[in-house]
DNA sequence: TCTGGGGTCCTAGGACCC
DNA sequence: TCTGGGGTCCTAGGACCC
């Protein structure tokens, strides 16, 4: 029995956050906007979060320390992260893309998968459906999104990405293979840096490069993510598009402004998040076994310590008193601290307990 | 270039149990 | 007494995503 050829389309906001803030203010519109850290006239530290396509033109981009965003353009708009306020937006959004898929999967604040399968019988209908979904999230929410069509998660994700902003880009199942291979493999989802560096070194540079490779060799270097390369570089990718579960972990940190010295200034940080970490572990009903904390010295040397509880809890002292405990061994007077954080983990939902007693 | 903050998943070694 | 093997849990680190 063969199955019915799957219709997946990958949703992507177009400058997202940026272009939230110049819905809410129409005086930005024409100039460079940059979301992110504070530039603090080029001293700040921190990186750029999103840019619009005016600050592009600059070389601004997302992930960039924000000192070399205002050498590039001090001129632009600088604005702190309103999350909250993209939140929202988001949320809106997500609502009419779940309502007109019979699968969904939410990627991030901006991202999502929807299965259209059911909803059309060909790439044409897709195409149509498509473009009914740009036009009602412009109408309600006054933003545009770019949107790739294909087989497959992997292959949508990467159609989306082809023409920005406000494309929409079209993979059906016979072009893939040729799609992909001028593409670098740097595009494929879960090759990242590291990755790309080494799969250079072995003269792998596109994903044809990658198709042609034997899988032996890639199984050998990368485990299982070398078999996973292997197969997204022939466009295989056999994952279903499914809303994510349960919450995994909660967590919270902090760069300092100045690398610390100042140990009693470092845990009463460390509390803070806590308190910050537990409101959300009340807020999302969940218990939790395990604390980990994380410190990461001037020289970006970063570690983390962590311990299990023998005891379920959801208590902001054991939390604050656990992480103390774990930060000790970190605060030494020859080293300076950049960050600290904290985080909760083996998370168990108030609900499924009660249950399990 | 001087590197945020929210997460997830994988690996590898050691402890511990049967 | 000179040492097995499987399974599970815990910890630390790292790569990756947006």
Redesign the pocket.
Known sequence: MSEKKRIILHVDMDHFFTAVEEREHPEFKGKPVIVG?DPKEGKG???V?TCNYEARKFGVR??M?I??AWKLCPEAVYLP?NYELYAKASHEIMNILRRRSDKFEQ?????AFLDITSKVKDYAEAEAFTKEIKREVFEKEKLTCSIGIGPNKLVA?IASDIQKPDGLTIVREEEVEKFLAPLPARK?????????QKLKAMGIKTIGDLAHYDPAVLAETF???GTQMYLMAHGIDRSEVEERGE?????????FQEDMSNFEFILNTLDELAE?VHR?VLRQNVNF??V?VRVRYE??E???????LPFITNRLQDLKKTGRELMQAYLRPDRKV??V?V?V??LISAEKQKTLM
């Open positions: 850290a530290r921190g990186v979060s997302s992930g320390p000192s070399r992260v990627w991030g604040i901006d991202e994700k494929l989802l879960w090759v990242g840096r590291k990755t790309e485990g299982v993510m919450i995994k972990s909660i967590g919270r940190d902090i760069t910050e959300d076994r395990t980990t020289n970006f970063t570690h983390t310590h962590s311990k299990t950049r960050l954080g985080r983990s083996s």
